[in-house]
């Protein structure tokens, strides 16, 4: 297949290095320096040149903020039967702009990280395929997915982006709040180092992510339980009562199992 790679970041770089293997590839980025280091892809200089490489699939992995705006320059440069694709950790305003597009379009999601996870080992990383995506789309990426050992789920977008406050920009502002607790005094032990290390791969991922992540629509409602959680934590620290003490870490054990 003929596949085209719009942003040349992290995830746009991974998905072409994987492609490349099996598909003729080319990639696109704004910023042209960030594609080179690609053997495998045809880098194109323009946007227009997308017409000479004729696309059947067209992976827009730039970010959220930009998404929607490189699939309309794209488009006058595209076979009429290209079917155009996201990857964006967060869906948005994508559902609003496929509804209006005149291509068939598939939306998925890794749900790793290429700077934090094991890009050469992912078989207990997940995917999630969107459900409203065009059969083509589903096929394709349910055999790129399996060839990868990922776990696969399908959802709705609005499933999707529920999912997302819960799995990502709740871990997400945890980790954020910890780290705007710490001290440069701390003596970290064996638990505050792990947490530390995760903090450090999260922080290093790039800003427009993390906002994305956090901006999600559904956010504010994981923080919500967040924020009445500790109230409960700070209620059982006053009343020093053991037996609510124990209760509590019970729960706490039943949610990890």
């Not at 890009?119 to 083509?136: F, G, M, R, W």
């Not at 995760?198 to 993390?210: Q, T, V």
Request: with cysteine.
């Amino acid at each position: 297949m003929k596949i085209a790679v719009l942003g040349a970041g992290n995830m746009g770089r991974w998905l072409v290095s994987e492609l490349a293997r099996d598909n003729a590839v080319c990639i696109y980025d704004v910023d042209r320096e960030r594609t080179a280091g690609l053997p495998l892809a045809k880098r194109l200089a323009v946007l227009s040149e997308l017409e000479q490489f004729g696309p059947e699939l067209l992976i827009n992995a730039v970010s959220l903020k930009n998404t929607v705006a490189a699939f309309i320059a794209a488009e006058p440069h595209l076979p009429p039967d290209c079917l155009i694709c996201d990857v964006a950790s967060v869906k948005g305003p994508i559902p609003d702009y496929y509804r209006k597009a005149r291509f068939r379009f598939a939306s998925v999601h890794p749900m790793f990280g290429p700077t934090f996870a094991n890009v050469q080992q992912l078989k207990d990383e997940n995917a999630v395929i969107i459900s409203e995506s065009e059969p083509q789309g589903v096929r394709f990426f349910r055999n790129f997915f399996a060839r990868l050992e990922l776990q696969i789920f399908e959802v709705s977008f609005e499933e999707h982006d529920r999912m997302i406050a819960y799995s990502l920009a709740l871990p997400f502002a945890s980790t954020m709040v910890f780290t705007a607790c710490m001290e440069k005094s701390t003596v970290p032990g064996t638990t505050f180092k792990k947490h530390l290390e995760i903090a450090k791969g999260l922080l290093s991922e790039d800003d427009f992510l993390l906002a994305e992540i956090i901006f999600g629509p559904h956010s504010l409602e994981q923080l919500q339980k967040v924020t009445s959680r500790l109230e409960f934590l700070k209620h059982v620290i006053r009343g020093r009562d053991f037996e609510e003490a124990r209760a509590f870490f019970a729960k706490l054990r039943e949610n990890i199992r």
